[in-house]
C-alpha cells in the first residue's frame, strides 16, 4: 500500500466512523444515470450559477452601491469632471482600475446570460419531451420559479452599475409598477423612497441582488437537483429501457468525471468570452441622468421580450374619476407575462387534465409522437421571438436600414398571426415525420441504390431496419381521444357539463388527429415475409 493509499484510507475511515457516511456514500455513488447530451443542459444552467457565485463576490469587493453623486476623477480620461453616482463611478474603476476587475465584471455578465440561456434550452428539453408528466410536476413548477427569479436577478444585476442604460430600465420598471391599478404610486415611492430616481434605490436592490435572490435560487436548485436524485432521471425510450428501470452509467466514476471536467469546459468557454467579448461597456453610455436617454437601448435578450411587448403596446388609456389606467404599459408590462409564466407553471397539469393521464412516466416521448405539445411549444417560442425582435427594434432599424414603425406593425401583427401558423406547421410535420417513421418500419429505410426494373421503370431498394431501431419506432403509446359521456351508469341520457365539453374538444384537438403506428399484427406479418 502506498503513503497515499494509507492516508485516504485513514481519512475515509475517520469520516465513516463519526458520521457514518460510508454506507450512503456507497449506495448513492454507485446510483446508475441514464446518458443523454440533453442531460446536460441543466447542469450547464448549475455551473453557469457557481460561476456567477464566485465572479459576483470578487465585484462585491469593489462596487460601492450608493447613489451619492461625486465628480470623477479616475483614470479613464473622457468622463473625467462629470459628474455621477459613487455606484457608476466604482463600477468605472473596477473596468480600468482593479486588476481582473474588467475580466471579472465581463464573466459575470456573460454567464448571467449563459446561465438564462441554459435554463431555457433545458426547459425546453424537458417540455418537448414530455419529462415534466408526472412525478415530476412539482419540479417543473420549481422551474418555472427559477426562471421567473433567474429573471429578475439578471435585471436587478445588470441595474446596479447606475449608467444611462441600467438607469433606463430601472424608469421602465418604475413605469410598469406605476401602472398597478389602485396601489402602482405607492408602492413604486415606497420602493424608490420617494419619487424616481431617489437616492436609495440602487443600495436596496444591492442587498437584494447578492442576498435574498441567490439565496432562494440557491435553495431551490438545491431542491430541484434533490427532486432529480430521488425520483431518478428520466430516460429516452429505447430496447432494454422501461418505465421500471433506470439504463445508464454509474455516477461514480462516469458521472464525476463527466460532470468535473464539464464545469471546467463551461468555466473555461465564460472566461474565454469574458476575455474576448465586449459586454456592458458602460463607459461609453455614461452615468445615468433622468433627463437622458440614449438611441439603441436595449435590456439583455432575458428582458427583451417584456421590453419588446411594452414597446409594441398601442396609446391606450383611461382617465376616469380622477384616475388614469395605463393599458398600455399594464397589459404587455404586468397581464401579459402574468398570463405567460401562470400557463408556463400549470402546463403539466392542464395537460393531464386534458388527457385524463394520472399515471406516472419515467420514459421520454419524441417529439414527434405529442404533435399538439411539440406544436404549440413552437407556437409559444415564436410569439417569444416576435416580442424579442420588437425589443431590439431601434438598433434593426439602425443596423438595417428599416423603418422603426415598419418593424412595430410587422410586430404587432406579427405577434398574433405567426404563433398560429408556427402551432399548424409544426403540427404537420409532427404528422409527416410519423408517416416516415410508419414507413420506415413497414417497408425499410431509403438505401439510396436506385435499381432499373424489365419493364424499365427505376425503383429505390428499401433495406429492412433491425429489430432494435423497430423497437424505438413503435413502442411509443398513442393515447385515445376523451369521448363525452352521453349517457350515466342507467343509460340515461345526459347533457355533459361545460367542463367535460372542453376537455373532450382539447383532448380531440390533442389527440384526435394521429399517424397510427404499426400494430402487432403488422409487426407479426412483417416477421413472416408478408409486407
Ligand atoms: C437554476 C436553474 C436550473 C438548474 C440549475 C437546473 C438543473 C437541473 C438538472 C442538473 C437536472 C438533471 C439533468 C437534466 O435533466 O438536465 C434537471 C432536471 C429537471 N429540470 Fe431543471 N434546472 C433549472 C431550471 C429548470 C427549469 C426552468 C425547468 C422548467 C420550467 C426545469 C425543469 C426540470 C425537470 C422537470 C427536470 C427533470 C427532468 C428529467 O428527469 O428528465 N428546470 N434540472
Known sequence: MTTGQRIGGNLANFVD??????????????????????????????????????????????????QEEIIYQGNYAPLSGLSMSQAYASTVDMSFDVRGGMLMRQVHHWSALIFLAAMVVHMMRVFFTGAYRKPRELNWVLGVGLLTLGIVEGFLGYSLPDD????????????????????????????????????????????????????????????????????KHTQYPGPGRTEKNVVGFPLLPVYMAKAGGFFFIVFGITTFLGAVASINPI???????????????????????????????????????????????LIPGLIVPGIMFTGLALWPFIESWVTGDKREHHLLERPRNAPTRTAVGAMALTFTMVTLINGGNDLLATHFGLSINQIMWFSRIGVFVLPPIAYFVTKRICLGLQHKDRDTVLHGRESGRLVMLPSGEFIEVHEPIDQYARYSLTNHEQPEVVELQLEDAHGVARPGSVKEKIRARLSRGMYGEQVQKPTEKDLLELEDGHH
Do not use: C
Open 17 to 66: 466512523e463519526r458520521t457514518g457516511a460510508g454506507r450512503a456514500l456507497k449506495k448513492n455513488l454507485n446510483k446508475v444515470f441514464p446518458d443523454h447530451w440533453s442531460f446536460m443542459l441543466g447542469e450547464v444552467a448549475m455551473y453557469s450559477f457557481v460561476i456567477l457565485l464566485l465572479s459576483g463576490t470578487f465585484l462585491t469587493f469593489f462596487f460601492i452601491p450608493s
Open 164 to 231: 444611462l442604460l441600467s438607469g433606463t430600465g430601472i424608469r421602465i420598471a418604475e413605469a410598469i409598477i406605476q401602472a398597478i391599478p389602485l396601489v402602482g404610486t405607492y408602492v413604486a415611492f415606497f420602493l424608490f423612497g420617494g419619487g424616481f430616481p431617489g437616492t436609495i434605490f440602487i443600495s436596496r436592490i444591492y442587498t437584494i441582488h447578492v442576498l435574498l435572490v441567490p439565496g432562494i435560487i440557491l435553495a431551490l436548485i438545491t431542491a430541484h437537483v434533490l427532486l432529480v436524485w430521488f425520483q
Open 283 to 329: 463607459w461609453l453610455y455614461g452615468p445615468y441622468n433622468p433627463s437622458q436617454i440614449s438611441a439603441g437601448s436595449q435590456p439583455d435578450w432575458y428582458m427583451g421580450w417584456l421590453d419588446g411587448l411594452v414597446r409594441m403596446a398601442p396609446n391606450w388609456e383611461t382617465h376616469a374619476f380622477g384616475h388614469t389606467v395605463s393599458w398600455n404599459i
